[in-house]
């Protein structure tokens, strides 16, 4: 029975949380409305685009499509884009410029390609290769005290038991966070994506100004991180060293640039890549053949990576702004429009995919855009991969002994999807 294209939800966040992603609506948009004209009444209207081809199309034309537009990702009327990060509020409180974007997502080039080098250098493959060896350790650390907890209790969240230690260990590292700090990083990245657990809400307050003041508290941490590198002899993180003493057109970052750089940075780096490694650890334990045949034979490790990420693709959303009258598929677009762009359903498109639905890690080619395309494609893709790759090494052998409880919980959210709890148990 085909869905009534102008009732279906694919902007609520309570939609995302209790039922997944939209998979039939977004097949049903492929096939009769690649480029729909998206009207209700608790958000403003947007072009939803979920063809592979026009995501790219889109992507790769960031003159015409822009990211320094009035909105970046979806936010229901009234409410504030959450990945703005508590800059209005803990901006004001330091003075700083209502009109600096939130981050360089939000530039466009050439500010955007400035701002991007000047961390961009840390993540190449070749830095990647060179941690490879430690992410392994780590990965193989953080599975053993996995397998304890197993032990120690029937059941275990496997998303703060494994899932989310490699990404903050790995951020952690990069701005030379001492290990103990590690831990405050998840509450404050969850924060970002409005996900506050209760233990880390106030009493009298509401999930978002929890969500605001974890924000703002971990500005404060960076700020506190920032003086550290730019006093003299700097601090304990090459990588903050060089980007405090980083130039765009001849200019040191200022404070609030700074500020927003490493916000972004830890914001984009660990929901994602943990939403990639518990929604891979379902995929292989739905699919039984295809986890027998990853236990099998470890040089699928790589193609495994790719095919989880295509899967999970953790980023459900972007959005761009026409800057002129254009035409996408077919459909005229205005300037001013926005357009959104849905990851996940490009990558079940059967023009790109063959047999889209079925999850196979020897697929080959596997040209997924989970990562994005063009300008702005992901700057941590080659860090996310490495750590996949490290997890995936260390869970192998075990994931026969693993089954899932049943028990879950999803993240309410429409830029980034994934799970805030899985439960998981040893097969008896
Ligand atoms: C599985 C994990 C990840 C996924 C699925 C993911 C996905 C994405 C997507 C879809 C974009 C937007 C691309 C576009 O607009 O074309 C993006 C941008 C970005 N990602 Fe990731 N990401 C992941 C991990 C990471 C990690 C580990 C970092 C850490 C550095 C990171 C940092 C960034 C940054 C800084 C941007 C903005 C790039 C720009 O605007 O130039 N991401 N990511």
């Known amino acids: 029975m085909p869905l009534d294209l102008d009732k279906i939800d694919l ?20 096939d009769e409305a690649p480029v729909f004209w998206y009207e209700r009444d608790d958000i403003e209207p947007f072009w939803v685009i979920t063809r592979h081809a026009d995501v790219m199309t889109i992507s790769e034309d960031s003159k015409t499509f822009i990211n320094g537009g009035p909105r970046l990702r979806l936010a229901l009327k009234g409410e504030a884009e959450l990945l703005r990060g508590g800059v209005d509020s803990f901006g004001l409180s330091r003075g700083w410029n209502p009109q600096e974007p939130p981050d360089f997502t939000f530039m466009d080039d050439p500010r ?24 392994d350790a780590l990965a193989e650390t953080f599975t053993e005290e996995f397998l304890t907890a197993l032990k120690e209790s029937d059941t275990c969240d496997f998303v703060h038991e494994l899932a989310a230690k490699l990404p903050l260990a790995a951020t952690g590292e990069i701005l030379g966070l001492p290990p103990e700090d590690w831990k ?84 984009a780096g660990n929901d994602t890549t943990r939403n990639a490694t518990t929604g891979g650890l379902v995929a292989l334990l739905e699919h039984p053949d295809q986890r027998d045949l990853l236990c099998g034979n470890a040089a699928l490790i790589p193609g495994a990576v790719d095919e989880i990420l295509r899967w999970t693709s953790p980023v459900i959303s972007f959005l761009r702004t026409v800057t002129e009258d254009t035409v996408i598929n077919d459909q005229s677009l205005k300037a001013g429009d926005t357009v959104c762009m849905f990851y996940p359903s490009a990558n079940r498109d059967d023009r790109v995919f063959s047999d889209p639905y079925r999850f196979d890690i020897t697929r080959d080619p596997n040209p997924h855009i989970t990562f994005g395309f063009g300008a702005h494609f992901c700057l941590g893709a080659n860090l996310a991969k490495a750590e996949l790759r490290s997890v995936l090494k260390a ?19 429409t830029h980034v999807s994934g799970f805030s709890m899985l439960g998981v148990r040893a097969v008896a």
């Not at 209790?18 to 609506?25: D, Y």
């Not at 701002?115 to 992410?135: I, N, Y």
């Open 184 to 267: 405050q990083l998840l509450v404050w990245s969850n924060a970002i994506i409005g996900e506050v657990e209760p233990e880390h809400i106030r009493s009298g307050e509401t999930v978002t100004q929890a969500a605001e003041r974890n924000m703002s508290d971990m500005r404060s941490y960076l700020e506190a991180l920032i003086q550290e590198h730019r006093a003299p002899g700097g601090g304990p993180s090459p990588f903050v060293n060089r980007l405090v003493n980083g130039r765009v057109n001849g200019e040191l970052l200022n404070e609030q640039q700074l500020n927003s750089y490493l916000f972004l940075l830890i914001g």
């Open 395 to 413: 869970l192998r052998g075990v994931l026969p002994r693993l089954e899932l409880t049943g028990e879950s919980r999803r993240i309410a959210n």
């Open 112 to 135: 955007h390609r400035h701002t991007r080098k000047l961390s961009s250098w840390a993540f190449t493959q070749g830095c990647m290769r060179e941690v490879g060896a430690h992410f």
């Open 11 to 30: 902007h609520s966040p309570h939609r995302y949380a209790t039922q997944g992603f939209p998979w039939a609506e977004w097949a049903q948009l492929r």
